[in-house]
């Protein structure tokens, strides 16, 4: 039974387009959410988050979208840089219990030059 | 500028053995946590500590115990390790449960 999905294992963009990366939960008690940033052989970095309270948040070229109805958030990069390139992870939790994130799992970006 | 430091990186060990792998943190923060990561799976959340001198089960708790040494040090020990639990570790560290975790680089284990 997996809370957090993420569907596509994989993306491939061209640099300077727009990527987006989609993330689904079931649980209608999450209302805290993460997206964290994985290269090769590193841990997971924290890239931007967002509470049920908003339904948009922004940082630089990263925009988290959260649709509630739907129970479906998504991360726009705008626009991608082949730096980008990396597997991003999305979370979810309810935030009074903090900590206990459900992970998704992943979704491998490319980003051609 | 370490953040969360793990060691061991890599480790093997044979069905049956135990070990401890050790994490600290330098941000005084107060929550910590052992994650697994498996192929095509995300981050499951092992065990956690909310603060110095409390320990709670998250996901995937059995066959691990933990303890939360002093507010810097937390660590995971396996007494009697199983091929199931070839794995990569990460221990993470947040300022409170409700903030966003830092992550270390990882303990890739296999138990052969």
């Known amino acids: 039974d997996q809370q957090v999905k993420q569907n596509s294992p994989s993306l491939s963009v061209q640099e300077g387009r727009i990527s987006i990366l989609n993330c689904d939960y079931t649980?209608?008690?999450?209302?805290?959410f993460l997206w964290y940033k994985k290269y090769p052989a590193e841990g997971p970095t924290f890239l931007i988050s967002?509470?049920?309270?908003?339904d948009k948040n922004e940082d630089g070229r990263f925009t988290v979208f959260l649709n509630k109805s739907a129970k479906h958030l998504s991360l726009h990069i705008v626009p991608s840089q082949p730096g980008d390139s990396a597997v991003y992870f999305c979370?979810?939790?309810?935030?009074?219990?903090?900590?206990?994130?459900?992970f998704g799992q992943g979704t491998e970006l490319s980003v051609k030059p | 500028n370490a953040g969360v430091t793990q060691t061991p990186k890599f480790q093997v060990l044979k069905t049956g053995q135990s070990m401890t792998l050790q994490c600290a943190q330098d941000?005084?923060?107060?929550?910590m946590y052992w994650y697994r990561q498996d192929p095509g799976m995300g981050l499951r959340l092992i065990y956690y500590?909310?603060?110095?001198?409390?320990?709670d089960k998250g996901e995937v708790p059995n066959g691990y115990n933990v303890s939360r040494l002093n507010k810097r040090e937390f660590s995971l020990r396996l007494e009697s390790a199983a091929p199931s639990q070839t794995s990569v570790y990460f221990c993470?560290?947040?300022?409170?449960?409700?903030?966003?975790?830092?992550f270390g680089q990882g303990t890739r284990l296999t138990v052969v």
């Open positions: 941000m005084n923060h107060n929550s």
């Open positions: 967002i509470s049920s309270i908003k």
């Open positions: 649980n209608s008690m999450f209302d805290y």
């Open positions: 979370a979810a939790g309810p935030y009074n219990q903090g900590g206990k994130l459900i």
């Open positions: 500590s909310a603060s110095e001198g409390t320990t």
């Open positions: 993470a560290s947040s300022e409170t449960l409700n903030t966003e975790a830092f």
